[in-house]
């Protein structure tokens, strides 16, 4: 079992920047590629960034130049550094992790997921 443990998130004004961060503990060595999701209300989940462990990444192209995916292999905890946020970027953002070494793209490729953290901006 692998269980993963975000913090962050909060409420800021558009343009500023938050940095949500999600740690795995559990049977670690199974998680090869992790990413982040975000739901608005009413919508289905949607992938906004995944990262390997060899530091490969790929974005959204909604948040491309705003949101970096970053991995620290030794702790087994992936960040999200979101700047130039938009009111369009609330949403509830979870954590995820999978057993495989390819990028993760879709909800059902995921294994294992965080709590969930709500992200809030105001214009």
């Known amino acids: 079992q692998v269980q993963l443990v975000q913090s962050g998130g909060g409420s800021v004004q558009a343009g500023d920047s938050l940095r949500l961060s999600c740690e795995a503990s559990g049977h670690t060595g199974s998680v090869w590629s992790m990413a982040w999701f975000r739901q608005f209300p009413g919508k289905d989940r949607e992938l906004v960034a995944s990262?390997?462990?060899?530091?490969?990444?790929a974005y959204i192209d909604s948040v491309k130049g705003r949101f970096t995916i970053s991995r620290d292999n030794a702790k087994t905890t992936i960040y999200l550094q979101m700047n130039s946020l938009k009111p369009e970027d609330t949403a509830v953002y979870y954590c995820?992790?999978?057993?495989?070494?390819?990028?993760?793209?879709?909800?059902?490729?995921?294994?294992?997921w965080g709590q969930g953290t709500q992200v809030t901006v105001s214009s």
């Open positions: 995820a992790a999978r057993s495989s070494a390819m990028h993760i793209t879709r909800v059902i490729e995921v294994d294992y």
């Open positions: 990262v390997l462990r060899s530091g490969s990444t």
